[in-house]
């Protein structure tokens, strides 16, 4: 197995692109893909200052280096959402990334903060705890972005992420998250700007640039996230990948490039989506009356959801996920 560019001995074959490549080159191709995922969407200008939103997992680790390496200045922020061992190893990982290279990470702590954590939150309010967490990660990144006068919050979605997303809303015809899936979502309403630089890059590839670059990351997934469906739209996929390679791509990017726009008219007047499935916050209509953010109701969905749960007994999570 040889090098498309250099010939020399190959460490990992990329399909959809019907190559292989050398490290040095493999290296290359993550950092244009993402270059060309930026300036196609027009994600970033030049000397803009960017958040990225990381979790320790692989994707968001290889997202800040790729972006300092392209000569972005990009801080990062982490939140500590008090899920067991997880979270906790998960801030280890993320503290030693920035400490090793000098980067700014910002941390905000549920439990220190906010005196809750997901898992509490998550049953105080009756929710699934993927949409406590979707909903907190939301406003916390919007007001880390603002307080700190960025110009976008970065997020590691990759294009399995993405096609998974979308196979889900497709299966479902959810023409509102149809018309709102894109790899940038522009700032409004207060909101700051919202990217998504690896959707040219899939998740395989993100492991393998993490081994290359070095980057310990955090290989186990949130307990939580136990039985996700978005899973199962990856396994889906990657069975239809396995046998017809670039599906995935073409079915992402065919749907940006041709199908998107049909359904800019079911796209409500609202804030921003992460990415991840988590409802968007409806018609923003004023400024939550505790913290100040953009919100359409009185108090912010994120004040409620700590007015409810900050000082209940913390529930505890066992490592497969479910509360003790
Ligand atoms: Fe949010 Fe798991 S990371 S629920
Ligand atoms: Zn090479
Ligand atoms: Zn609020």
Redesign the pocket.
């Known amino acids: 197995m040889k090098c498309r560019v250099c010939r020399q001995p190959a460490i990992i074959d990329i399909r959809r692109h019907n190559a292989n490549f050398c490290s040095e080159h493999f290296l290359r191709l993550c950092r244009d893909q993402t270059a060309k995922a930026i300036e196609d969407f027009s994600m970033l200008e030049p000397g803009d200052r960017v958040l990225v939103a990381v ?1 320790g997992g692989k994707d968001s680790l290889a997202l800040w280096d790729l972006l300092i390496e392209l000569g972005y200045e990009a801080d990062g922020f982490y939140v500590g ?1 008090g ?1 067991g061992g ?1 979270s906790d190893r998960s801030g280890e990982t993320v503290r030693a990334f920035a400490d090793q290279r000098g980067l700014r990470l910002h941390q905000v702590d549920m439990r220190t903060d906010y005196d809750t954590d ?1 898992p509490t939150a998550a049953k105080a309010t009756r929710r699934v ?2 949409s ?3 909903l907190s ?1 939301r406003h916390l990144f919007d007001k880390a972005a603002l307080d700190g006068g960025y110009d976008a919050v970065a997020t590691g979605h990759n294009l399995d992420d993405e096609a998974a997303v979308l196979f889900g809303n497709t299966l479902r015809w959810q023409t509102e998250y149809l018309a709102r899936q894109s790899p940038v979502l522009p700032a409004r309403d207060g909101f700051p700007r919202k990217i998504k630089p690896l959707v040219r890059l899939g998740e395989r590839e993100m492991a393998a640039y993490c081994v290359v670059r070095g980057i310990d990351y955090i290989v186990e997934e ?4 136990v039985g996700n469906k978005h899973l199962g739209y990856k396994e889906a996929l990657n069975e239809i990948e396995s046998r017809s390679p670039g599906s995935k791509h073409d079915f992402y990017f065919g749907f940006l490039a041709r199908a998107s726009q049909r359904f800019a008219d079911a796209a409500p007047a609202a804030g921003g989506l992460i990415g991840d499935g988590t409802p968007d916050p409806g018609i923003i209509t004023g400024h939550c009356q505790n913290c100040g953010s953009p919100s359409t109701s009185e108090v912010c969905a994120f004040c409620r959801l700590i007015e409810r749960s900050a000082g209940a007994r913390p529930v505890t999570v066992t490592p497969k996920g479910r509360p003790l």
């Open positions: 979790s959402l899920i997880y997901i705890p993927c406590a967490c979707g990660k949130c307990p939580m996230a």
